[in-house]
């Protein structure tokens, strides 16, 4: 299936698959219009879509083993904390785009850990609009498409995040890295050498609280951009302003504010070393950035937990790592390792033993490769 559409066929069942993500460097920078490095993951939400008669859906959760019921003209949808918020968000802003949905079953079935960072979300939302666009024989450009699942997120879930899940969901493949610019959407595709790993390390302590903790931080950077388009011309989001800028126009800034865009300006320019760094092949220089990335998130933007530190650290001293950090939005869930292939079980033993021994928590330990985004299957 080509990447930018997604077509009706005569089957009456059709399946569709999108991937959660891993980041590896660039966090806290999709809303501030910056850079970000994620990679779909081999772990995936799957959606099984057959058309119904009148104008509903039915959607049922296996995860949850759950199914609810709606009326696509029902004007009052509205979030409840549930589940169901994400793929009736998704069909709900379908409809607002002025695309006409028809009815279906829907049954959901998801494997990225939920509130672990990865993107369990995007991976609900994604594989639902693949699936109900198809069912309605729409098409629709997988950039618009990604647009309108953060869309659902923003106004029907009601977390305030960015486009890098949604985007890495569609345009991920296989072995690649996905550098992208949040501002124009342009994007690049950057190999990833044969010879690492990307191991994923779930702390086990979910983000359940993080959504007002996520939208305080946006509303922060925010209120720096405010105070500094005061003094240095063009400034419509972090992403325009230079360190030099910061400290020369920032010092009326509260201090909290202060180090939120530290961070952000800060983690752009990694990112952009991190794009150089994985071209010429060095993976140290790679991996200094994401330990750089990882003190940043924890002390200036304060994004995360004792469990996600103590999981770095112990990671750190392992053999064959050339970087750790935590990824994702944050305050628990996942850390992400660039870990030499040849070391790879030997470090997925050792971090879960001493994590576990410290923590009593029995971490879940993904061995992950870089995934092809969504598709039909
Ligand atoms: C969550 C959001 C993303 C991004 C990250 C932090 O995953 O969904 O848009 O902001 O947090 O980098």
Not at 227 to 239: D, G, I, P, W, Y
Not at 258 to 287: S, W
């Amino acid at each position: 299936m080509p990447q930018h559409e997604i077509r009706n066929s005569q089957f009456a069942i059709r399946n569709f698959r999108a991937p959660g993500r891993v980041n590896l460097i660039g966090e806290h920078t999709d809303y501030n219009d910056g850079f970000v490095m994620p990679a779909a993951i081999d772990l995936s939400t799957w959606v099984k879509i057959s058309p119904l008669e009148q104008r509903k859906l039915q959607i049922l959760s296996e995860n949850f083993n759950e199914q609810i019921e709606i009326d696509l003209d029902d004007q009052s949808l509205a979030r409840r904390g549930h589940w169901s918020d994400y793929p009736i968000g998704v069909a709900v802003m379908l409809e607002r785009s002025g695309r006409r949905l028809h009815g279906a079953r829907l049954q959901i079935r998801g494997e990225v850990p939920i509130g672990s960072g990865l993107s369990s979300s995007a991976a609900v939302e994604v594989a639902t609009a693949c699936a109900l666009v198809a069912n309605s024989g729409l098409t629709i450009d997988a950039r618009d498409l990604a647009l309108l699942c953060q869309k659902a997120e923003n106004e029907f879930v009601g977390a305030r995040v960015g486009i890098m899940d949604q985007f890495v969901s569609l345009f991920g493949q296989a072995q690649k890295a996905l550098m992208l610019d949040c501002r124009s959407l342009e994007f690049e595709l950057l190999p990833l050498p044969d010879n690492i790993r990307l191991i994923i390390c779930n702390t086990m302590v979910k983000h359940e609280l993080a959504s007002g903790a996520y939208n305080e931080r946006r509303a922060q950077c925010e209120a720096g951009v405010k105070h500094l388009a005061k003094f240095v011309a063009n400034v419509t989001a972090l992403r325009d302003v230079t360190l030099e800028q910061l400290e020369q126009f920032g010092s009326d800034l509260p201090e909290v504010v202060y180090r939120r865009c530290r961070h952000v300006i800060t983690e752009n320019a990694r990112v952009l070393a991190a794009a150089k760094a994985l071209e010429q092949g060095d993976l140290k220089e790679f991996g200094r950035l994401m330990a750089e990335s990882h003190q940043s998130l924890r002390d200036d933007y304060e994004v995360s937990s004792e469990e996600l530190d103590l999981m770095v650290e112990l990671a750190q001293k392992l053999e064959g790592v050339y970087g750790a950090r935590m990824t994702g939005g944050g305050f628990g869930g996942c850390t992400v390792n660039l870990v030499a292939v040849e070391h790879d079980e030997e470090f997925s033993k050792r971090v879960a033993e001493s994590y576990e021994q410290v923590t009593k928590l029995k971490p879940e330990i993904f061995i992950c490769s870089a995934s092809n985004g969504a598709e039909e299957v």
